[in-house]
């Protein structure tokens, strides 16, 4: 081996290390999470204020719900919106669309109305934004026009963000498939089949797919291929989509505990527990994984062993996830407020009241620059004035695909100067109390939230702890009678529930299957015997309630006539058949005997 060959072995190794020691560096946030690794985290300069620099309203009837997180590039905001009305817990009404905004002015470029965009988060690469609809639509859309470039209907409701890398959208479904589409064309690729129902976005290092499943599992797919590599089963519905840093997985989970996988081979390298379920997405930088959870807690945790470092409580945090910039953390909270965090102690820096829940919504932080949409409709831009970009017309560029590492150190990422004295916290669900506040801050006054009963809440009365409330449709009740081999049970939320995030159902013992939204399920291949029928409504707060019915099932024909009387009738015909038939054979055989004599 030559001088040549070892000083290209040198700069290589130089040049990963980099990517492994620093967070994606760039000025831009160009997809939910931040990045294909779903990092959560970029090198940029943090939003040190709550100062208000604009406000977008989405729809001026005030039915506006933004609930997809934004995306920038090239001095552009995308976001997506939906604007619809609630009867009896249906959406009667639905016009949302996508939304392109001077990030330094908040005002319109351009909207695309698509009608029945919800949480899917748009990615913004090569000038082209991608995003899913609940109505089984992909969309890509020319960043600078809003001209629509192609759209396919995969199946599902997608609540997924598109992830694209390297000419491929990946995304998820409802129906329980990942997909990899053409991002020029929107051809299928391939398609993966899960156990169940998707709400995760998936992670892309490295040629392979990461995306968590409501079968509970976490799935590691061949980029090229979408064959399984291996999968994890963590017992209960994932919302949470991982995050990849260093080789390894982070993700949480509905059991209540955040994961770190390894990423080559899916075995566990360590599992902590919160006190309840985890809808929110992991941010990993500096050796520190940064989570929330329905407990109303904000965790910091060590990378390398998932001990925990701090945490602190918001009230209530739904499937907002942490965005990490400058040593902050950043995130939303159902109590309707935007929170910044020292990222290495955990102390609040400063609050902001938006007008409602921040339920979904993840915040982006590009040029000191926080920005955050609520169920108030509005989409919010915090901190201090961003330098103005030269032309509003996005033109991003990727052209390749960094991985983002934790260092070997578990310390957070560096305090800020400006940043009160610390107070870390030693009980997993704390409420810091800060006294003062920074003369670099601004803190706002902080109101109570309100029950999770619908999607336009006044967040100025009590949070709601319970579980959602379903209403029973279907006729039987327990100790009915059931003359048939299946049995469809149909119910509705109830307006005074919490919040339906899903629904799942099973039959006396056997495994939870997860059904989305329907409200509707035909249970097939009764036995006789006496069973148990279960539904069990899973609320946005994480938690649930299961109703049963047992009810004994006897089989049946659609006559009504009892199989065991069917069974007699058949065993008659058939020996009356035989006896006929052995009465002619002896005619038969005595007429020949006649002839004979």
């Known amino acids: 081996m030559n001088r040549s060959h070892i000083a290209t072995i040198v700069v290589c190794i130089i040049v990963v290390s980099s990517l492994v020691l620093i967070p994606f560096a760039g000025a831009d946030w160009i997809m939910f999470r931040s990045d294909p690794s779903h990092s959560g985290a970029v090198t940029d300069n943090p939003a040190l204020?709550?100062?208000?620099?604009?406000?977008?309203?989405?729809?001026?009837?005030?039915?506006?719900?933004?609930y997809s997180s934004p995306a920038i590039a090239n001095g552009v905001l995308y976001i997506s919106s939906c604007d619809f009305n609630i009867i009896?817990?249906?959406?009667v009404v639905d016009t949302g669309g996508v939304f392109a905004l001077n990030a330094a002015s908040g005002s319109k470029l351009w909207n695309y109305t698509i009608g029945d965009v919800r949480e899917s988060s748009p990615a913004v690469v090569n000038g082209v934004v991608y995003i899913g609809s609940t109505s089984g639509n992909v969309y890509a859309f020319n960043a600078a026009s809003g001209t629509l470039i192609w759209n396919n209907n995969v199946g599902g409701n997608i609540y997924?963000?598109?992830?694209?890398?390297?000419?491929v959208v990946y995304v998820g479904s409802w129906n329980g498939n990942v997909y990899a589409l053409n991002a020029a064309s929107g051809e299928k690729l391939w398609n993966f089949l899960t156990g169940s129902a998707i709400g995760s976005s998936p992670a892309v290092v490295g040629g392979v797919v990461y995306i968590s499943s409501g079968d509970g599992n976490v799935y590691a797919l061949n980029a090229a291929t979408?064959?399984?590599?291996?999968?994890y089963n963590t017992g209960n519905y994932i919302y949470s989509s991982p995050a990849v840093v260093g080789g390894v997985v982070y993700v949480g989970s509905y059991d209540g505990n955040v994961y770190a996988l390894n990423a080559a081979s899916g075995a566990k390298l360590w599992n902590f527990l919160t006190g309840s379920a985890i809808g929110s997405s992991p941010a990993v930088v500096g050796g520190v994984v940064y989570v929330g959870s329905y407990d109303g807690n904000v965790y910091a945790l060590n990378a390398a062993n998932g001990a925990m470092v701090w945490s602190y409580n918001t009230g209530q945090i739904g499937q907002s996830s942490p965005a990490v910039v400058g040593g902050i953390v950043y995130i939303g909270s159902m109590d309707s407020n935007l929170y910044a965090l020292n990222a290495a102690t955990g102390a609040k820096l400063w609050n902001y009241a938006t007008g409602s829940y921040i339920r979904y919504s993840s915040p982006s932080v590009v040029n000191g620059v926080v920005y955050v949409g609520s169920e108030d409709g509005n989409v919010y831009a915090l901190g201090s004035s961003p330098t103005p970009s030269?032309?509003?017309?996005?033109?991003?560029?990727?052209?390749?695909?960094?991985?983002?590492?934790p260092t070997s150190s578990p310390s957070p990422a560096p305090t800020l100067t400006s940043t009160p004295s610390p107070t870390p916290t030693s009980s997993p669900s704390p409420a810091p109390t800060q006294t003062s506040t920074p003369t670099t801050t601004l803190t706002t006054t902080t109101p109570t939230p309100k029950p999770i009963v619908s999607p336009t809440p006044n967040p100025t009365d009590t949070l709601n702890p319970s579980a959602p409330n379903i209403e029973l449709l279907s006729s039987i009740g327990n100790g009915s009678v059931v003359k048939s081999s299946s049995l469809q049970i149909t119910w509705k939320a109830t307006e005074t529930s919490s919040?339906?995030?899903?629904?799942?159902?099973?039959?006396?013992?056997?495994?939870?299957?997860?059904?989305?939204?329907?409200?509707?399920?035909?249970?097939?291949?009764?036995?006789?015997?006496?069973?148990?029928?279960?539904?069990?409504?899973?609320?946005?707060n994480g938690l649930s309630q299961i109703y049963s019915i047992n009810a004994s099932v006897t089989n049946a024909v659609e006559?009504?006539?009892?199989?065991?009387?069917?069974?007699?009738?058949?065993?008659?015909?058939?020996?009356?058949?035989?006896v006929i038939l052995l009465g002619l054979k002896y005619v038969g055989r005595k007429s020949k005997l006649k002839e004979s004599a």
């Not at 009896?88 to 959406?91: L, S």
């Not at 997924?160 to 000419?167: A, D, E, L, W, Y």
Request: glycine share 8%; no cysteine.
């Open 49 to 66: 204020t709550a100062t208000l620099l604009w406000k977008y309203t989405t729809f001026d009837d005030g039915a506006g719900h933004v």
């Open 160 to 167: 997924s963000s598109p992830t694209v890398v390297s000419g």
């Open 226 to 231: 979408g064959a399984k590599i291996w999968n």
């Open 559 to 578: 006559s009504g006539i009892p199989l065991m009387y069917l069974g007699v009738a058949v065993a008659i015909i058939a020996a009356a058949t035989i």
């Open 390 to 405: 030269p032309s509003p017309s996005p033109a991003p560029t990727l052209t390749s695909t960094p991985s983002s590492t």
């Open 499 to 540: 919040f339906v995030n899903h629904y799942e159902v099973k039959l006396d013992e056997s495994a939870w299957t997860n059904i989305g939204t329907q409200t509707s399920y035909e249970f097939n291949g009764l036995i006789d015997g006496n069973h148990t029928f279960n539904v069990k409504s899973v609320g946005d």
């Open 88 to 91: 009896n817990r249906q959406v």
